[in-house]
């Protein structure tokens, strides 16, 4: 027997017509639609025009571990399975994780059909660097684990984003200031795709005491990733590493570039570094050290 298909679907995040071309036919083709919230796949389904031809169970963090086996088991027969969520991709911060890890386990197909997110669309929207980033998720709702949590990224120079409930932005952002330090710059992207998208920007200090007053809909929080440090070293210090490094055998010139880079500076300070250490050396007493 051919085994079937586990299909994960984006969901919108805000406005249904976001919804991919392919939710439609997939929602009509299904043999099982795993469902995080029945509801709300009803009112989408209703939103999108179609009506699912399969059987529809729910899926959610609740009953996640003891439902896989079942979804697994008709997978193995032939079925196909489309599992949705409530907003974004399953298995980002939703239930989906398992049935894949389980799906993958028995060398059953995975397949999805890519759709709205509500990670890229804050990053993309928060106007700090997209080159890099990490998703970090939800952060512990203890006050002592959310700290212990923001002090291992702390040094994180990647762009950040998190999912935070609204009742909890306001203590979120001011641990995060503590953490981060308050200048560092920050946006809160609320209710995105709806009626009432905001994306409030600036450092998490301003943040923290703005989401005081209270802030409802939907949180995605983007900030940024901490600044490059640069070692201070002095001309005696440069000097040195450069001495290394010819010594393995670089050129000068090389050496003076690379230890610059190090070093965050201009090549013409060490360069400067060189020679004035070179000219030291020749007007010192000879000992067989220095730069020649």
Not at 89 to 114: C, F, H, N, Q, W
Not at 167 to 189: I, K, P, S
Not at 203 to 220: F, H, K, M, N
Not at 233 to 238: P, R, Y
């Amino acid at each position: 027997m051919t085994a079937g298909t586990l299909v994960l679907a984006g969901t919108p995040i805000g406005d249904t017509s976001d919804a991919p071309p392919r939710l439609a036919a997939e929602l009509e083709s299904a043999d099982i639609v795993a469902a995080e919230d029945t509801r709300r796949l009803r009112r989408l389904t209703q939103a999108l025009g179609v009506q699912p031809a399969g059987r529809i169970v729910s899926y959610f963090e609740g009953n996640e571990a003891a439902r896989t086996p079942e979804l697994v088991e008709a997978l193995a027969g032939g079925s196909r399975v489309l599992l949705v969520t409530d907003a974004g991709m399953p298995s980002v911060s939703d239930p989906g994780y398992r049935l894949v890890a389980a799906a993958v386990e028995r060398d059953i197909k995975v397949t999805a059909v890519p759709g709205p997110s509500a990670v890229l669309t804050a990053l993309a929207l928060s106007g700090l660097p997209v080159d890099r980033f990490c998703f970090e998720g939800f952060l512990p709702r203890k006050a002592g684990e959310r700290r212990s949590r923001l002090a291992e990224v702390a040094d994180e120079r990647r762009t950040l984003v998190y999912f935070e409930a609204p009742h909890r932005l306001d203590d979120t952002l001011a641990a995060m200031a503590e953490a981060f330090g308050e200048q560092r710059r920050a946006a809160v992207c609320r209710e995105l795709t709806k009626t009432y998208e905001e994306v409030k920007r600036g450092p998490l200090g301003e943040l923290a005491a703005w989401a005081a007053e209270g802030v409802r809909g939907e949180i995605t929080v983007v900030v940024e990733g901490a600044a490059e440090t640069v070692e201070e070293l002095d001309a005696d210090e440069l000097v040195r590493r450069v001495q290394v490094r010819e010594e393995a055998g670089e050129r000068r010139k090389e050496a003076i570039a690379a230890v610059a880079a190090e070093a965050g500076l201009p090549k013409r300070e060490v360069f400067d570094a060189v020679v004035a250490a070179k000219n030291a050396a020749r007007s010192a007493p000879q000992d067989g050290k220095g730069l020649t």
